[in-house]
């Protein structure tokens, strides 16, 4: 459905965002019912089969072409589904709405420009520099009458970045006490390329939420209405939280896996799973 703003400009309907969200939330509860039904863990091919699909459609509907977050080439698309899917794949597929209902906003149309290019500039990859965090402060401190809504969430978000670091930090250290008391010095090559990615990425992801709101915002200026801006703002920090948190309570379940394998070997350690150290 395409309808027309007050000011001219076509806007999306914005059920259809959530329509994204909901088919994407409900495309990983039917993976894991049916991983459970059959006993095997289908969540990888899944995974692979979404941003697989994502980055040869994307590639036939240009999405090269349109001003958005995720604007990049087929490959890089994939690789960001694989690595962030519960928050990239339905942000595609309202993306992908619209430019098949014609109102997405192609990368020479200027439109807010200058709201754009200074709040989109946040979403790209300049996540700590010292001008992206200044431009985002301002903005959640800055809202007038809603500042009393969005100054306590800019808090949440930071407290939750800051426990996210330090969880992940934790979680890191668990991870190598935990191989290498169960599988040995070897395992730690392997591990070399998991720890960063436990370390780093839950934060960085809080603190994606904090720093990508103004821009998100700001983008879609002239093309929607304030209320679709605020549940499109909404609904990106809500699904970049809850990644977050499912991404821990992932690294929480491989550490008990490993832990598992041994658990006497790894309750020496200081790491315990889900089995007991007296389990056969």
């Known amino acids: 459905m395409v309808v027309c703003s007050g000011n001219g400009f076509p806007r999306h309907d914005t059920m259809k965002t959530w329509l994204a969200i909901v088919f994407t939330i409900g495309l990983c509860v039917a993976c894991e019912v049916v991983s459970d039904l059959i006993d095997f863990n289908l969540s990888w091919i899944t995974i692979f089969g979404m941003a697989l699909w994502a980055a040869v459609d994307s590639s036939k509907i240009q999405l090269r072409r349109y001003r958005s977050w995720i604007s990049y080439g087929p490959v890089f698309l994939f690789f ?29 149309r200027a439109i807010n420009v200058a709201a754009y290019e200074s709040a989109g500039s946040t979403s790209r990859a300049r996540m700590f520099d010292r001008r992206t965090i200044e431009y985002a402060t301002a903005w959640w401190f800055r809202r007038g009458g809603v500042s009393v809504l969005t100054i306590p969430i800019f808090f949440l978000l930071l407290f939750g970045t800051i426990g996210a670091f330090v969880e992940g930090g934790i979680e890191a250290f668990a991870y190598c006490k935990a191989t290498l008391a169960v599988l040995g010095w070897w395992a730690l090559i392997p591990l070399s390329f998991i720890c960063p990615f436990s370390l780093l990425m839950p934060g960085w992801i809080w603190w994606a939420a904090i720093i990508t709101a103004p821009g998100i915002y700001a983008a879609d200026e002239g093309t929607a209405s304030r209320g679709e801006r605020i549940w499109t703002v909404t609904g990106t920090i809500v699904l970049l939280v809850c990644s977050s948190m499912f991404m821990q309570w992932g690294h929480g379940k491989i550490i008990g896996w490993i832990a598992d394998r041994n658990p006497g070997a790894a309750f020496r350690a200081g790491v315990t799973g889900s089995r007991s150290p007296s389990s056969p």
């Open 80 to 108: 960001l589904c694989v690595l962030f899917g519960i928050v990239v794949f339905p942000w595609y597929l309202s993306m992908r709405h619209k430019i098949k209902s014609g109102t997405a906003v192609l990368k020479d």
